[in-house]
């Protein structure tokens, strides 16, 4: 194989550095991190199964399930051939062949879509480490080829272990995971390739696979196109082709599965904002999900393209600098349901700037920009322990505290990105380290009374789930505290199990209730239900849970109860 050359040193000759590299970070990142809760990521989790065990992208047998964990099923849609991701498929064709042996494997032992389901999830999070990894590794090589080996180092260190790379594209299988990957792929063959077809080719793929996997980096891919054929002309043909197939293939996907050009993905659909500069100003500095507060290296990054736009490369860095604010605009003018990016940790629409925002501090980790000034080197130092610890923090113990949901969901309430006294790194810390040190506050008088519970669930062959309201009232002298707080209580959440004569056959996920309810007060919980697939006559149990405390009914508190009928 003939070696692509740049620097006086070849990429095949660094592979043993990046396989290093790669193992190191994927070390690290199944080391430290938790199982995916998000129901974001479930589509990309599960379709690699479904397409290899099933040979279809049908999502209706697996329905019952995936509601019992997440809830309403909101990323699928309806299609003439039945329920279909919502969202784009290409991060899990791209993952089938890898995943392969393992379903081939675990097809002796594992039977109902419930198990398929936790097995989907258990791989998912092996799965993120592994891919982000990658990015880490081919991060290295770009790196090292436009900054030098000393930078390189630095700027790979702050990448892998100080951006959303560990706190969120490591820990589930977000768009962002595979959209930064792709992005890094086809710069370093832009970088590397010196205006070959060949290499033109596969940074024009990477591209297009990056639009494909998260539609809103094309305003990424744009700049990056045009430093490409700026550069070199010859670039324009392999641009302009796999650009006008990969187009055609999507709409032509999106038209005919899920009946728009569009594809009706959920999260795109745009409004403006009454208050367009506040918006702003939460995108880069509110509490929850500001970039400065996440990533403070990016006021450096600024600075660096400043000091390197009169050097070699000032052509590409200048690219960055345009994608960066073109994804800021995007967000903050035309932008999807919420800004904030729903359930996550930090600022995730931001997610694909963040290798070109680290790759901006090369100018000043020269050793003449570096010994410069001494404010500069603790200001950068500074800014970079700061991002390796709320990005440790994001990766060990996020969600920890339950920020996002209570006391009321960020979705319902995204001022809530504002409070400086309650943000999800506060939270986190307090629900780990102050919970864990002080003995739980539990209910003292475990009494309680339902309502709304009806006598009788009947479900035809066709229902996949109904909603049941269930009001509870607190016939105490004590308030119940429905959320975590300083002082150690503990979520209070009203669960729900479905049983024949053997035991539980399905156990729902449990619904926070919310709210602190006084003596005398009432709360209402909407329950989905989702009824077992093999038809008969169950009991369904409603009641309330104190988390890491225990439910009523271990305190002799008796359930609410229904007789359910799957026909």
């Known amino acids: ?43 990309t989790a599960l379709l690699p199964v479904l397409v290899l065990k099933d040979g279809s992208q049908r999502f209706d047998a697996y329905l019952p399930a995936i509601e019992a964990e997440v809830g309403e099923a909101y990323f699928l849609r309806e299609t003439p051939q039945g329920l279909r991701s919502a969202y784009p498929v290409a991060p899990a064709l791209l993952l089938a062949p890898f995943y392969a042996p393992f379903v081939k494997a675990a097809e002796d032992r594992l039977e109902t879509p419930t198990e398929w389901l936790a097995w989907a999830r258990a ?29 390189a180092l630095a700027l790979t260190l702050i990448y892998a272990l100080g951006t959303s790379a560990f706190s ?19 710069l370093l063959a832009a970088v590397t390739g010196k205006g070959s077809l060949r290499s033109a080719f596969v940074a024009a793929i990477c591209l297009a696979l990056m639009v494909a ?57 745009p409004f403006r904002d009454p208050e367009m500069l506040g918006t702003l100003a939460a995108l880069l500095i509110s509490p929850a999900r500001g970039l400065l507060v996440y990533f403070p290296l990016a006021l450096f990054s600024a600075l660096g393209w400043w000091l390197g736009r009169r050097r070699e490369g000032s052509e590409l860095r200048t690219a960055f600098a345009i994608a960066v604010l073109a994804q800021i605009l995007l967000i903050w003018q035309w932008r999807w349901n919420c800004w904030w990016g729903g359930h996550c940790f930090g600022p995730r629409y931001l997610a694909e700037t963040l290798p070109l925002l680290t790759l901006l501090l090369a100018p000043l980790l020269t050793p003449e920009a570096w010994a410069e000034s001494r404010f500069r080197r603790a200001g950068l130092a500074f800014a970079a322990m700061w991002g390796f610890l709320v990005h440790g923090i994001g990766a060990a113990l996020y969600p920890a505290g339950g920020w996002d949901a209570v006391p009321v969901s960020v979705d319902r309430q995204p001022e809530r ?59 105490t002298e004590r308030s119940w505290s429905g959320y975590p707080k300083p002082n150690g209580s503990r979520l209070m959440t009203m669960g729900w199990q479905i049983l024949d004569a053997d035991g539980p056959v399905v156990t729902g996920t449990p619904q926070a209730i919310l709210k602190d309810i006084a003596p005398g007060g009432t709360a209402r919980c909407r329950l989905r239900i989702t009824p077992p697939e093999k038809p008969g006559h169950y009991l369904l149990r409603i009641g309330l849970v104190q988390e890491s405390v225990g439910s009523f009914e271990e305190h002799g508190v008796p359930p609410a109860s229904a007789e359910l009928i799957r026909l």
């Open 213 to 269: 996997t998260r539609r809103t980096s094309l305003v990424i891919a744009l700049p990056i196109g045009v430093w490409m054929v700026l550069t070199h002309r010859r670039s324009l043909l392999p641009l302009a082709l796999v650009a006008l197939t990969g187009g055609l293939a999507l709409l032509s996907y999106n038209l005919k599965v899920l009946g728009s050009l569009t594809g009706g993905d959920p999260s795109a659909a």
């Open 168 to 186: 969120l594209q490591a820990q589930a299988l977000w768009q962002h995971t595979f959209a930064c990957v792709f992005l890094i792929g086809a």
């Open 1 to 43: 194989m003939r070696s692509v050359q740049r620097g006086g040193m070849s990429i095949l000759r660094r592979f043993p550095e990046s396989l290093f590299v790669f193992a190191l970070a994927a070390a690290v990142y199944l080391a430290v991190g938790r199982p995916p809760g998000t129901a974001d990521t479930l589509p």
């Open 123 to 151: 791989a998912e999070r092996i799965a993120a480490a592994l891919v982000t990894a990658l990015g880490v590794a081919l991060f290295s090589l770009l790196a090292r080829a436009l900054a030098g080996r000393g930078a």
């Open 417 to 475: 990105c504002w409070d400086l006294a309650d943000n999800p790194l506060h939270r986190a810390l307090s629900a780990h380290f102050g919970n864990r040190a002080r003995k739980p506050e539990t209910v003292k008088d475990w009494r309680a009374r339902y309502r709304g519970v009806p006598d009788c669930l009947t479900f035809a062959s066709g229902d996949r789930s109904q909603v049941v309201e269930v009001e509870v009232r607190n016939p």
